[in-house]
Protein backbone atom coordinates (compact mmCIF):
# COMPACT_ATOMS: atom_id res chain seq x y z
CA UNK A 1 0.00 0.00 0.00
CA UNK A 2 1.55 3.18 -0.56
CA UNK A 3 2.59 5.45 2.39
CA UNK A 4 3.16 2.19 3.69
CA UNK A 5 5.91 1.92 6.03
CA UNK A 6 8.44 -0.93 7.17
CA UNK A 7 6.12 -1.39 10.69
CA UNK A 8 2.97 -0.84 8.41
CA UNK A 9 3.59 -3.50 5.66
CA UNK A 10 6.20 -6.13 7.33
CA UNK A 11 5.84 -5.65 10.86
CA UNK A 12 4.85 -9.24 12.02
CA UNK A 13 7.90 -10.61 9.38
CA UNK A 14 10.04 -8.16 10.69
CA UNK A 15 9.52 -9.74 14.13
CA UNK A 16 9.84 -13.04 13.41
CA UNK A 17 12.74 -13.33 10.91
CA UNK A 18 15.47 -15.67 11.77
CA UNK A 19 17.81 -12.36 12.80
CA UNK A 20 20.66 -15.38 13.19
CA UNK A 21 20.56 -16.36 9.78
CA UNK A 22 19.66 -12.35 8.39
CA UNK A 23 20.76 -9.46 8.61
CA UNK A 24 17.66 -7.18 8.07
CA UNK A 25 17.39 -3.73 7.39
CA UNK A 26 13.93 -2.36 7.08
CA UNK A 27 14.23 1.26 5.55
CA UNK A 28 11.51 3.87 5.29
CA UNK A 29 12.02 6.35 2.44
CA UNK A 30 12.35 9.91 3.74
CA UNK A 31 8.74 11.26 4.75
CA UNK A 32 7.48 7.61 5.52
CA UNK A 33 7.28 5.37 8.50
CA UNK A 34 10.25 6.45 10.83
CA UNK A 35 11.78 8.56 8.36
CA UNK A 36 9.90 11.74 9.36
CA UNK A 37 11.00 14.53 9.45
CA UNK A 38 11.45 15.72 6.87
CA UNK A 39 7.74 15.59 5.12
CA UNK A 40 7.21 13.55 1.68
CA UNK A 41 7.18 14.85 -0.93
CA UNK A 42 7.32 13.92 -4.50
CA UNK A 43 9.42 15.66 -7.44
CA UNK A 44 9.27 13.97 -10.57
CA UNK A 45 12.26 12.16 -9.57
CA UNK A 46 11.00 10.99 -6.28
CA UNK A 47 11.81 6.89 -7.36
CA UNK A 48 15.15 7.68 -7.94
CA UNK A 49 16.10 9.77 -4.93
CA UNK A 50 14.58 6.78 -3.16
CA UNK A 51 16.76 4.35 -4.61
CA UNK A 52 19.80 6.45 -4.14
CA UNK A 53 18.87 6.98 -0.77
CA UNK A 54 18.12 3.40 0.14
CA UNK A 55 21.42 2.45 -1.80
CA UNK A 56 23.47 5.44 0.08
CA UNK A 57 22.15 3.94 3.64
CA UNK A 58 23.70 0.64 2.69
CA UNK A 59 26.90 1.51 2.05
CA UNK A 60 26.98 3.96 4.92
CA UNK A 61 26.04 0.74 6.80
CA UNK A 62 28.96 -0.90 5.64
CA UNK A 63 27.70 -3.32 3.29
CA UNK A 64 29.37 -4.57 -0.06
CA UNK A 65 26.49 -6.47 -1.73
CA UNK A 66 22.69 -6.94 -0.80
CA UNK A 67 19.57 -8.11 -2.18
CA UNK A 68 16.77 -5.90 -2.02
CA UNK A 69 12.86 -7.25 -1.02
CA UNK A 70 10.22 -4.12 -2.15
CA UNK A 71 6.46 -3.90 -3.32
CA UNK A 72 4.61 -1.60 -4.67
CA UNK A 73 6.33 1.70 -4.57
CA UNK A 74 9.10 0.01 -2.53
CA UNK A 75 9.44 -2.30 -5.33
CA UNK A 76 9.72 0.47 -8.00
CA UNK A 77 12.85 1.81 -5.94
CA UNK A 78 14.11 -1.94 -5.63
CA UNK A 79 14.25 -1.95 -9.48
CA UNK A 80 15.91 1.35 -10.00
CA UNK A 81 18.57 0.55 -7.19
CA UNK A 82 19.01 -2.85 -9.18
CA UNK A 83 19.38 -1.09 -12.58
CA UNK A 84 21.59 1.65 -11.20
CA UNK A 85 23.59 -0.29 -8.97
CA UNK A 86 23.50 -3.83 -10.42
CA UNK A 87 27.25 -4.60 -8.85
CA UNK A 88 25.88 -3.79 -5.15
CA UNK A 89 22.59 -6.00 -5.92
CA UNK A 90 22.96 -10.23 -5.03
CA UNK A 91 19.40 -10.88 -5.44
CA UNK A 92 16.03 -9.03 -6.03
CA UNK A 93 12.85 -10.04 -5.17
CA UNK A 94 10.11 -7.18 -6.22
CA UNK A 95 6.39 -7.80 -6.27
CA UNK A 96 3.76 -5.16 -7.01
CA UNK A 97 5.22 -2.41 -8.73
CA UNK A 98 3.58 -0.42 -11.40
CA UNK A 99 5.36 0.04 -14.84
CA UNK A 100 2.94 2.32 -16.20
CA UNK A 101 0.45 4.95 -15.09
CA UNK A 102 -3.22 4.37 -17.70
CA UNK A 103 -5.61 7.22 -17.52
CA UNK A 104 -7.82 3.86 -15.58
CA UNK A 105 -5.18 4.28 -12.91
CA UNK A 106 -5.63 7.83 -12.71
CA UNK A 107 -9.11 7.37 -12.15
CA UNK A 108 -8.65 4.96 -9.19
CA UNK A 109 -5.92 6.90 -7.79
CA UNK A 110 -8.27 10.47 -7.18
CA UNK A 111 -11.06 7.84 -5.64
CA UNK A 112 -8.84 6.81 -2.53
CA UNK A 113 -7.31 10.61 -2.76
CA UNK A 114 -9.73 11.71 0.01
CA UNK A 115 -9.09 9.06 3.38
CA UNK A 116 -11.64 10.64 5.26
CA UNK A 117 -13.76 7.71 2.75
CA UNK A 118 -11.86 5.13 3.25
CA UNK A 119 -12.78 1.88 5.95
CA UNK A 120 -11.39 2.55 9.23
CA UNK A 121 -9.90 -0.95 8.62
CA UNK A 122 -7.60 0.20 6.31
CA UNK A 123 -7.14 4.03 7.89
CA UNK A 124 -6.42 3.70 11.04
CA UNK A 125 -3.12 1.87 11.28
CA UNK A 126 -1.79 4.36 8.64
CA UNK A 127 -3.02 7.51 10.83
CA UNK A 128 -1.27 5.36 13.76
CA UNK A 129 1.90 5.69 12.29
CA UNK A 130 1.38 9.17 10.42
CA UNK A 131 -1.56 11.00 12.55
CA UNK A 132 -4.66 11.95 10.39
CA UNK A 133 -3.66 15.39 8.99
CA UNK A 134 -0.19 14.10 8.19
CA UNK A 135 -1.56 10.61 6.05
CA UNK A 136 -4.23 13.26 4.49
CA UNK A 137 -2.26 15.60 3.13
CA UNK A 138 0.51 13.29 2.19
CA UNK A 139 -1.67 11.21 0.16
CA UNK A 140 -3.30 13.71 -1.73
CA UNK A 141 0.01 14.48 -2.45
CA UNK A 142 1.57 10.67 -3.39
CA UNK A 143 -1.78 10.71 -6.01
CA UNK A 144 -0.34 13.67 -7.52
CA UNK A 145 2.93 12.53 -7.57
CA UNK A 146 1.92 9.13 -9.04
CA UNK A 147 -0.16 10.68 -12.12
CA UNK A 148 3.01 12.56 -13.11
CA UNK A 149 3.27 9.68 -14.90
CA UNK A 150 0.44 9.77 -16.78
CA UNK A 151 1.58 12.41 -19.36
CA UNK A 152 5.00 10.22 -19.79
CA UNK A 153 5.17 8.51 -23.71
CA UNK A 154 3.21 5.25 -22.98
CA UNK A 155 2.40 6.74 -18.99
CA UNK A 156 5.97 4.61 -17.97
CA UNK A 157 7.61 5.45 -14.92
CA UNK A 158 10.90 4.93 -14.30
CA UNK A 159 10.30 0.97 -13.05
CA UNK A 160 10.09 0.18 -16.72
CA UNK A 161 13.23 1.44 -18.05
CA UNK A 162 14.97 -0.29 -14.87
CA UNK A 163 13.60 -3.24 -15.45
CA UNK A 164 14.32 -3.33 -19.22
CA UNK A 165 18.22 -2.29 -18.58
CA UNK A 166 17.95 -5.68 -16.18
CA UNK A 167 16.15 -7.64 -19.18
CA UNK A 168 13.21 -8.92 -17.00
CA UNK A 169 9.94 -9.47 -17.99
CA UNK A 170 7.41 -7.88 -16.96
CA UNK A 171 4.38 -8.82 -16.75
CA UNK A 172 1.13 -8.00 -14.84
CA UNK A 173 -1.65 -9.86 -12.89
CA UNK A 174 -4.79 -8.58 -12.17
CA UNK A 175 -7.02 -10.80 -9.70
Known amino acids: MF ?18 LFTIVAWDPRGYGHSI ?8 DFFERDARDAVDLMQALKF ?10 GGITALIAAAKYPTLIHKLVVWGANTIVTQEDLKLYN ?26 KTCEAWVDGISQFADKPDGK ?6 AEKLQLKISQHCS
Open 64 to 73: KKFSLLGWSD
Open 3 to 20: LGSSQTDFGPQLKSMNKQ
Open 111 to 136: AIRDVSKWSEKIRKPMEEVYGHEYFA
Open 37 to 44: PPARDFPP
Open 157 to 162: IPATAA
